[in-house]
């Protein structure tokens, strides 16, 4: 539907919102779970050997909440021919690494570099968003 409204040089903005609005919420609902009933999920699904990762279980929900939301954006940016998270991705993609590399004392940490790294995305992601449609609007050529 995306395209289909670019092609027509229609406004998306709508469609791009609901879904963001229903990831955020679908998404956050399912952090705030995890976050809540970690120590119980763990040892049912997988047995009381497993019962210490419920503490990394607590916090992944959050850390992959911000990629959640960054895939609903890249892949409207893609639908309407653009791919500016793409590049964003590419370049944070070291940031990810070396912070993993250097700060890997526990597989928690790993999940809070996760988080972070996801976020900064997302802000950085949302900024050039933001950025390109202001631009958009000062030649003209946005779609409302």
Known sequence: ????????????AHLFLNALMLT?????????????YADWIMPLLYGDRYAGASGVLKYYGFAMLPMALVMVAEHFLIAKGRVIFAYIMMLSVPFVLLAAHEFHNSLTDIVYILAACGWGLLLLGFAAIGAQYYFSIQRGRVHR
């Open 24 to 36: 955020a919420v679908l998404s956050g609902t399912g952090a705030v779970f995890y976050f809540l």
């Open 1 to 12: 539907m995306v395209a289909e409204n670019e092609a027509r040089q229609r406004s998306s």
